[in-house]
């Protein structure tokens, strides 16, 4: 499986953004994350969609963040209102055929991977 994120780009603090990740096959019973690492930073889980059935978020995006999915299109969205300069970081999309639920926040449960994509929020 190939993943590719899109969307990406400079934006200003306050705007939304809505970056896909499109997998070159069916993922319709996946589960799919995205990560994100800022400069100078180790990658860090910011949201997830377990299997199609539940998502999950890391706290500092809940309530901005919004994962959804378009299996007609093997495609995840993550939307992202209010940004702030600290969401910036290259954001990476990873899926998993195997996870278990208590694994969906590890990246190490995640085999396939994106090449990322830049989002950076200026203030």
């Known amino acids: 499986v190939q993943l590719v994120e899109s969307g990406g780009r400079l934006v200003q603090a306050g705007d939304s953004l809505r970056l896909s990740c499109e997998a070159s096959?069916?993922?319709?019973?996946?589960?799919i994350g995205w990560f994100r690492q800022a400069p100078g930073k180790e990658r860090e889980f910011v949201a997830a969609?377990?299997?199609?059935?539940?998502?999950y978020y890391r706290d500092s995006v809940k309530g901005r963040f919004t994962i959804s999915r378009d299996n007609s299109k093997n495609t995840v969205f993550l939307q992202m209102n209010g940004l702030q300069p600290e969401d910036t970081a290259v954001y990476y999309c990873?899926?998993?055929?195997?996870?278990?639920?208590?694994?969906?926040?590890?990246?190490?449960?995640?085999?396939?991977w994106g090449q990322g994509t830049l989002v950076t929020v200026s203030s």
């Open positions: 096959g069916t993922t319709r019973s996946w589960s």
């Open positions: 969609s377990f299997r199609g059935q539940r998502e």
């Open positions: 990873a899926a998993g055929s195997t996870l278990i639920l208590s694994s969906v926040r590890s990246q190490d449960a995640y085999r396939w």
